[in-house]
């Protein structure tokens, strides 16, 4: 599991599933890091700051910032299941943010995805569209794009959407506030390509416990507690 921590030494740490060893530091930020996903292989782990994007190379422990993506602010990277691609997300001129796909570690060409907003994405396991949280007259949706072409250049359908639900997932990463460079992990998307995990927001109620954001927890078999109807 990769993280990144405050503290000192501030940085982008990893650590096994199995405990066999101790947390041990990638490397060291100045500003938050916030992760996207690695690589197929295991070679990249790429990331965000708050201005730009970059990645880890496990091959020979670099870090490389992506200066060939030229935007004020460049966030929820995510790399295609080949590893070829990079979707991301950055504003433009009018300060509206969208969601671009460029060749992967690059330099080349930015495709624009969306046509309204566009923000944190995942890919389909099989390369066949690229999923992510936008906005259609305002309400806030999960959208799809159909990937046309890769080659010679980049390509995708107009955007559709997908389904309008009451999702923490699609607010707080359509709305600027803290979470407006956050990681890309808060939903994603099942390996048969079928299923999204996401966060549906609280109920009438319910009261969200500000210690569980504060903690690192993973769910062993999180299906079986599907199953059992929790």
């Known amino acids: ?8 030494p501030q940085g982008v740490f990893i650590k096994p599933v199995d405990n066999s060893y101790s ?3 990638l490397f060291e930020t ?3 890091a916030f992760l996207g996903n690695w690589s197929n292989d295991g070679r990249y782990l790429v990331f965000s700051t708050a201005a730009d994007i970059g990645y880890f190379d496990f091959a020979d422990s670099s870090v490389t910032y992506l200066d060939y993506i030229n935007a004020e602010q460049e966030f929820f ?10 979707a991301y997300t950055s ?3 009018a300060h509206n943010d969208h969601l671009y796909v ?9 495709h624009r995805v969306s046509v309204e907003e566009g923000f944190a994405s995942v890919w389909a396991p099989d390369m066949s569209a690229i999923y992510f949280v936008g906005l259609d007259k305002k309400d806030i949706t999960l959208s ?3 990937i046309i072409t890769t080659s010679p250049q980049f390509s995708t359908s107009p955007p559709s959407v997908l389904f309008y ?8 990463f359509a709305n600027p506030g803290r979470f407006k460079y956050g990681n890309s992990g808060v939903f994603d998307i099942h390996p048969d390509g079928n299923r999204f995990l996401m966060e549906q927001a609280a109920s009438d109620g319910e009261v969200e416990d500000a210690e569980l954001y504060r903690k690192l927890q993973v769910i062993v078999n999180w299906q079986g507690l599907l199953e059992g109807g929790i």
């Open 1 to 8: 599991i990769a993280y990144f921590k405050f503290g000192d």
């Open 23 to 25: 947390p041990k530091l």
């Open 30 to 32: 100045v500003e938050p």
């Open 77 to 86: 990277p995510m790399l295609s299941p080949d590893g070829k691609w990079l």
């Open 91 to 93: 504003d433009d001129e």
């Open 102 to 110: 460029v060749p992967f570690p690059g330099p080349g060409r930015a």
């Open 144 to 146: 799809q794009v159909d």
């Open 165 to 172: 639900g009451d999702y923490t997932t699609l607010y707080t």
